[in-house]
């Protein structure tokens, strides 16, 4: 009776303890179908029908937290009590854990609009309160919370479409509120002169000014991580970056006397940066203070500018820091901009221009302190200093990062920057020497190459070898002399740059040294690349410069044949100390601008003989005349160019030169008097007369004091002799011609050939008895 009775007492139990749990799920189930009912009507009035219903929803969401407890509570006693007697009530427990489950579903749709609606709620009142990095944040995070979908078809449930539509109005109302705030609180400008013209403008003054209520810096602070949530700041920086780059840098590198001030007006802070020069120092014509101030002492101003500046920026508003908030909410994609994830706006400003400032400063203003001669190399130790203060200043400030040594290994390689300037240096000089005007000319003083050359070999030549020597055959006095002529004033300039240049490699480190030798071999390559091209016009058209040219270019050579070896002692290069390979190029480029002006004044001299129409028919006044007009043309451009050759080119030059071109008329001449098929007497005595004034000046063109003109015509004038010989047969008869020819034999016969001779006999005499005899014995 007693098991019984304790067995009815249990049973009545589990029974009751079913039912408070069946109650239980009961009242939540209703209570999640109100909710349900409730939370769809405020998301739709608040987020569809935009209607405000801040109270409500804070209830509603406390409600939903509440049943969320009660369920948690629920589902424990489900699994731990209920869940035991399963043996015994597998029925009562599926159907308890069934509704649980409904219930529980109910519950995480309603749990999910709530934190939306949180997220939501969060943004908008801490927009309101400016709380920008906040309002970001819970955007941020309620973009990340979407991604995770509560149901497969949650596009298709209206009240998460106009959810996501106010994400989306809340996110451009807060871009558009940091973006406005920003373009507010900072603000660059600059101040120009009056343009002179249209495009000619020079900045004056430049200021940056920073805007921030009370005293603190908490609202910047609130608008830069607002923005860096939001990716913006890269983009807002990117915009003072530029002016920075390509207005303020630029302004401090030009001048040197700047004026930087803070001033402070109610809550603006405003940074002046003015010049006390008055104008640019890159503006042409401008030498106002960059004369008191060499361009090697420069560094220094553009340094402490630099500093100056970028503290003061610093102090204003590039201190404020971004990306220390907790940043796990934020998806890769949004926080991954190009720059570092946490830092200061000085350090993001250095990630965008830091690389090119600092190149920019190496080429613009420690390229100018490198010194230009080798005895002041060691006061550059005073930069190399001064470049270490700098990057020191620029780490401490955050600009440059601790592995960024641009600028000291820039500095310490100072041979290398010394050769390089020196090097880049002669070979500008140059180049403005090849490029100007070679109508300037010297004289070449009879000497041998400048410098003492040294012995051919180790130690000198020994007592008893020189007395070998000297019993051989000696060298002639003019061995490697160059001849007498003039050359251009700036190659002899250009001559002495490459000698001073090597003298300096000599007394130089051994890469300078290296670097100078090759610099000077650099230059004579760019002479006969540089000179032909650019004066092909003046050598066309100008005799003179085409015959300084070649002078030039023999000057050149002639020095190359012992310039290796007259410094190749003092170098350190193990081998290839010569120059000599290039002596043929340099020659060729003279030799072949020189033949070409005389080919073209070939051309010119047979062009003015073909005026004279074959001079046939000359005993014709007007044939004559035109002849007559002929030939002077000739001799007027045979003395021109006697005029300005003999003075310029060596004397075996000239008289090639002139010989060939004297040769060509000459040859021209006899050749159109001897195809003439009847010449009169009186044609024959003004041919005579023609080629007197040619046989006259031909021998003042190629004589100089002391010389006989006969001998010099006939060494180097081809077919001179045919003249001569031609001008004896116009006025002579035909025994004379006949002793001439002396049966081939005589002077006659080696000028022409029978068949000229007989053709001018023809022309010259009527057909007679005597002229068919005389014709016989030619043959």
Known sequence: MASSFVSRILEHADQLEQKSIQEKLDVLTMKLSEMEVEMHQLAESKYVHF???????????????????????????????????????????????????????????????????????????????????????????????????????????????????????????????????????????????????????????????????????????????????????????????????????????????????????????????????????????????????SEEKMYTFVFANLINILEQLHALFLHVGYGHQDGGHQDASRTSHGGPGAGTLMSLLGHSVSGWLLHLLKTTVLAKAVPSSAKDLEGFSQVIAATRLLQDQLLALGFIQADNLALMDYVQNVNFLFANKKSQATLEQAHTLMTSDLHEHVAVAEDKPSGEWPPLTPGGVKKGERMELAGDQKLSDNTLRMPRCRISENIQTLMTLAYDTLHEATESSPECATQMFYAVRSLFELFYHVVPTHHIQQFENFPQVAALHHNNCMFIAHHLLTLGHQFAPKLPLPDNKTYVDLIQKIRHSGVQVFVFQVNQ???????????????????????????????????????????????????????????????????????????????AQEAAHRLTQLLAPLEQESGEFMTWPGEVASAELLRHVPGWVRLTELKFMLGANLSAISDRWAEGMGPLAVSFSPVEVKQLIRALFQNTDRRATILATIR
Request: glycine fraction near 4%; aromatic fraction near 6%; charged fraction near 20%.
């Open 601 to 679: 004044q070939h051309d010119l001299l047979l062009q003015y003989l073909d005026g004279a129409e074959g001079f046939a028919s000359v005993d014709k006044d007007m044939n004559f005349a035109v002849a007559n007009k002929a030939v002077k043309q000739v001799l007027l451009q045979l003395s021109h160019l006697h005029k300005i050759w003999k003075p310029v080119l060596p004397v075996a030059v000239y008289k090639r030169a002139m010989g060939k071109l004297i040769g060509c008329v000459v040859e021209k001449v006899s050749y159109s008097i001897t195809s003439l098929e009847d010449i």
């Open 51 to 293: 209607h405000p219903n801040l109270l409500t929803a804070d209830s509603l969401v406390q409600r939903v937290h509440d049943v969320q407890t009660e369920m948690s509570a629920i589902e424990d006693k489900v699994d731990t009590e209920v869940k035991g007697q399963l043996c015994t009530s597998v029925r009562e427990y599926q159907s308890l854990n069934q509704e649980l489950l409904e219930a529980k579903t109910v519950l995480a749709g309603l749990s999910y609009l709530a934190v939306i609606h949180e997220f939501l709620e969060t943004s908008a009142r801490s927009l309101e309160a400016k709380q920008y990095s906040q309002a970001a944040v819970a955007l941020c995070k309620l973009q990340t919370f979407f991604q995770h979908p509560l149901t497969n078809q949650d596009e298709k449930i209206h009240i998460l479409a106009a959810m996501r539509i106010e994400l989306t109005a809340q996110f451009v109302r807060l871009e558009c509120d940091l973006c406005n705030l920003w373009k507010d609180s900072i603000k660059w400008t600059l101040k120009t002169s009056p343009p002179e013209t249209a495009s000619n403008t020079d900045i004056m003054e430049l200021s940056v000014s920073v805007t921030c209520p009370g005293d603190d810096h908490s609202q910047l602070e609130q608008l830069v991580e607002g923005l860096h949530v939001v990716n913006l700041l890269q983009g807002r920086m990117a915009a003072f970056a530029g002016w920075f780059q390509n207005d303020l840098v630029p302004f401090l590198t030009e001048h040197v006397n700047l004026q930087i001030v803070m001033t402070n007006v109610n809550q603006t802070r405003t940074l002046h940066i003015s010049s006390q020069d008055g104008q640019s120092l890159s503006k042409p014509g401008n030498t106002r203070t960059k004369s008191n101030i």
